[in-house]
Nanobody
């Protein structure tokens, strides 16, 4: 059974930084995507940043230049470094993972990810 566990959320003032970590257990795929999604109250879950096992990355336009995703293939872990946080970044942040088909990009739609963590809250005060 695949389990994802996030850590690192918290509360910071605007302009602050946070680092999120996600560890996957029971996830044995060699080709995979791992990503960070977020969901604010009353809004849909949206992709923040996604990384494939080959290192290819996608970052949402609204966080590009502020957020950086990285990963560790051997540990099946993904990380999200968030700098210059804004109140609009306040949301529950979820780690997600899925198997990837060779020579395909990682999708950005939340519905296409099979495995999810429980989420970690990020709150940015103005």
């Amino acid at each position: 059974q695949v389990q994802l566990a996030e850590s690192g959320g918290g509360s910071v003032p605007s302009g602050g930084s946070l680092s999120l970590s996600c560890g996957a257990s029971g996830f044995t795929a060699d080709l995979y995507c791992m990503g960070w999604f977020r969901q604010a109250p009353g809004k849909e879950r949206e992709a923040v940043a996604i990384i494939a096992n080959n290192g290819n990355k996608k970052t949402a336009e609204g966080v590009a230049g502020r957020f950086t995703i990285s990963g560790d293939n051997a540990k099946k872990e993904a990380y999200l470094q968030m700098n210059n946080l804004e109140p609009e970044d306040t949301a529950m942040y979820y780690c997600a993972a899925r198997v990837r088909t060779f020579a395909t990009d990682c999708p950005s739609r939340a519905a296409e990810y099979a495995h999810w963590g429980r989420g970690t809250q990020v709150t940015v005060s103005s």
